[in-house]
């Protein structure tokens, strides 16, 4: 019997034996890391001069599947901004700084990547609600960095929309320069 597939016994299928890398495979899996590194998005938080970035990057199809769930079933008359709220969180690698609008982008924090939580809200004296002294939400973080537009529902939408675009062509551009077709 072959063991990669299951047997009628209902036993789980162990997986293939590695397959030893070729100089040749070895090449092609380190030319797509390297590009797949540089498709990263960065998100100029609204209200902050440019000196704030989230970088973010692709969310998956798994992820993209639940969030779509999520906001079909939602009842909640704010869905759409929370679905675009959701994929910028779900998306989001690290906030990063810059001294100057248009400097070099920098971590936050040289030990470990900042991403949307308390350690952000404390290092931004960021005002967020969170109740009986829990932890905020990555929600909650989201929406008081943009609290400082005009309108944060509109910018989180707009920014989520614009992330979408980007991770829409972003899988075809990894693949074509990869492939070395750009």
Excluded at 105 to 130: F, G, Q
Excluded at 134 to 162: S, Y
Aim: aromatic fraction near 4%; charged fraction near 25%; proline fraction near 8%.
């Amino acid at each position: 019997m072959d063991e990669t597939y299951p047997s009628s016994f209902g036993e789980h299928p162990t997986a293939p034996a590695p397959v030893e890398d070729s100089p040749l495979l070895a090449a092609v899996r380190a030319e797509r890391a390297k590009a797949a590194e540089r498709h990263v998005y960065d998100l100029d938080v609204p209200g902050y001069g440019g000196l704030l970035v989230l970088r973010l990057g692709p969310v998956g199809g798994r992820v993209g599947t639940q969030l779509r769930e999520r906001w079909i079933q939602s009842k909640s008359p704010d869905k759409d901004t929370n679905l675009n709220a959701d994929t910028i969180i779900a998306a989001c690698q690290e906030a990063l700084g810059r001294v100057e609008q248009g400097g070099e982008l920098v971590p936050l924090d040289d030990e470990m990547p900042v991403r949307l939580d308390d350690e952000l809200v404390r290092m931004l004296h960021l005002n967020v609600d969170s109740p009986n002294g829990k932890p905020p939400t990555a929600r909650q973080v989201l929406f008081a960095l943009f609290d400082a537009t005009h309108d944060p529902d509109l910018a989180i939408a707009r920014a989520g929309g614009e992330f979408m675009e980007w991770a829409s062509t972003a899988d075809s551009q990894i693949s074509e320069e990869a492939l070395g077709e750009s």
